[in-house]
């Protein structure tokens, strides 16, 4: 069972602390061997460039000054992969989940969470698909046009997740020249907004997305 729940704008730094409360007492239970849950969170943040464990910092294109200029952040994180936006406009999904629940690894719930965020997108007739050696879920791969909608970093320790995905709906993509997005510089981004050229209800995609994620997990 995944209970879901939306902390709603936030900052990206008390998230990651209400995160890390989660994820720590989710494996102290599992070193208790009591049992455990799987929290998936929904929120949005305010302008925030957060860069990976093994990123390369040159990707953030902007210095102190112009970051205080655009009104954003910058957070240096604990998650895997280089560095991406979040902002208003986005779904960010943090999973907190003990994937011995599901009785799967951490290659299998990443290729699950791309999943869930494909039939989602489906739904409203964007077709779109994994690029290889590459996270994330993408549009026109193999293309000139290629294209990121939503991008994914994640931490686990002891089968336990947190960080997660962030897709991009009625997101203002302008945020993204700023920076080389996951350290690419030959690929764009994109939203659903962009895509369908009208703004999308956030709530409605919020209820598809976690409809689909508990179809995918629960039925392992």
């Known amino acids: 069972?995944?209970?879901?729940?939306?902390?709603?704008?936030?900052?990206?730094?008390?998230?990651?602390?209400?995160?890390?409360?989660?994820?720590?007492?989710?494996?102290?239970?599992?070193?208790?061997?009591?049992?455990?849950?799987?929290?998936?969170?929904?929120?949005?943040?305010?302008?925030?460039?957060t860069l990976g464990k093994s990123g390369d910092e040159q990707n953030m294109l902007l210095n102190y000054i112009q970051l205080q200029a655009a009104d954003a952040q910058f957070v240096k994180t604990n998650r895997?992969?280089?560095?991406?936006?979040?902002?208003?406009?986005?779904?960010?999904?943090?999973?907190?989940?003990?994937?011995?629940?599901?009785?799967?690894?951490?290659?299998?719930?990443?290729?699950?969470?791309?999943?869930?965020?494909?039939?989602?997108?489906?739904?409203?007739?964007?077709?779109?698909?994994?690029?290889?050696?590459?996270?994330?879920?993408?549009?026109?791969v193999g293309m000139p046009s290629c294209r990121k909608i939503c991008a994914i970093g994640v931490r686990s320790s002891r089968f336990v997740t947190m960080h997660g995905f962030a897709l991009n709906i009625n997101t203002d993509l302008t945020y993204f020249k700023h920076i080389n997005p996951c350290g690419f510089i030959d690929k764009g981004v994109t939203s659903l907004q962009n895509e369908l050229n009208m703004e999308i209800n956030m709530e409605e995609v919020k209820t598809i997305l976690a409809d689909n994620l508990d179809k995918l997990f629960v039925t392992q």
Not at 8 to 35: P, R, V
Not at 103 to 112: M, P, S, V
């Open 80 to 140: 895997g992969g280089d560095i991406t936006y979040h902002g208003p406009g986005q779904i960010v999904g943090y999973p907190i989940f003990d994937l011995a629940n599901f009785n799967i690894g951490l290659k299998q719930y990443i290729f699950l969470i791309e999943e869930a965020i494909i039939n989602t997108l489906k739904y409203y007739d964007i077709e779109s698909t994994r690029l290889d050696g590459a996270t994330g879920v993408w549009l026109n």
């Open 1 to 49: 069972m995944i209970h879901t729940t939306d902390w709603g704008l936030i900052e990206y730094n008390e998230a990651w602390n209400k995160q890390e409360e989660i994820f720590k007492q989710t494996i102290q239970l599992k070193l208790d061997n009591k049992q455990t849950t799987n929290t998936l969170v929904f929120c949005e943040h305010p302008h925030v460039y």
